[in-house]
């Protein structure tokens, strides 16, 4: 079945770029989707990507998806201290028909000042 | 406010008591999900409703938990005789469409099992 990894913390200093990597297992054709996650708060969604796309930039974030090695990270641009938060990477079960999301642990970026 | 919304945001329950957590999709949005985070782990796929028609109930435990989502008023997710291994929360995610569309999520509810 369907499996999406995920590095667990990652910590960066105010102003770095911060790189969150997770890779998926479904071989067919899929969106990607990249979630924030803030304590005690629901799932923000950031932005996605549909798997015959190799990149997408939106203002700080920038998504590259690397099909051949089934790789998905999400690149944040200078990190500031309110981006400190659990990210989510998730793939769409479209062979499935359904749509419904495989999730990741989560990656918890942590951002000192 | 035009998101999802959940409610309640927390609801504590004993050991044996009934839960029922409901949802209202965005304006627009027909199709909705329910997942379960428990501690220190990601979301977990529970059912996948349609207006009054479950889609795709894979992810749900056999017994005693339910899911509906009428004609008219919120998706329910019921959760019968509560155990201490329900303590999660649950998130609800609506969308526009089953495939090409993304899911937006409500706040959640913590469920908390005394």
């Known amino acids: 079945g369907e499996d999406v990894e995920q590095s667990l913390f990652l910590s960066v200093r105010e102003g770095d770029s911060s790189v969150i990597n997770c890779t998926y297992t479904?071989?067919?054709?899929?969106?990607l989707y990249w979630y924030k996650q803030e304590p005690g708060a629901g799932l923000q969604l950031l932005t996605y990507?549909?798997?015959?796309?190799d990149m997408k930039q939106d203002q700080r974030l920038t998504v590259l998806l690397n099909k051949k090695d089934k790789h998905l990270s999400l690149r944040i641009a200078d990190t500031q201290t309110g981006d400190s938060a659990i990210y989510f990477c998730?793939?769409?079960?479209?062979?499935?028909?359904?749509?419904?999301?495989?999730f990741g642990q989560g990656t918890t970026l942590q951002v000192k000042p | 406010n035009a998101g999802v919304m959940q409610n309640p945001r927390h609801l504590v329950r004993r050991r044996g008591q009934e839960a029922r957590l409901r949802c209202s999709p965005m304006?627009?949005?027909?199709?909705v999900y329910w997942y379960r985070q428990l501690p220190e782990e990601g979301l977990k796929f529970m059912v996948y409703?349609?207006?009054?028609?479950?889609?795709?109930e894979s992810g749900m435990p056999k017994e005693r938990f339910s899911a509906e989502f009428p004609k008219e008023g919120p998706s329910i997710l019921r959760i019968q005789q509560v155990v201490r291994g329900d303590s999660a929360a649950y998130f609800c995610?609506?969308?526009?469409?089953?495939?090409?569309?993304?899911?937006?999520f409500g706040d959640g509810t913590r469920l908390s099992i005394l």
């Open positions: 409703l349609q207006k009054e028609n479950i889609i795709d």
């Open positions: 304006k627009g949005h027909s199709h």
């Open positions: 990507i549909f798997s015959n796309m």
């Open positions: 998730a793939e769409s079960d479209i062979s499935g028909n359904t749509g419904k999301l495989i």
């Open positions: 995610a609506s969308s526009q469409g089953r495939l090409n569309q993304p899911q937006h």
């Open positions: 479904d071989s067919s054709s899929t969106y």
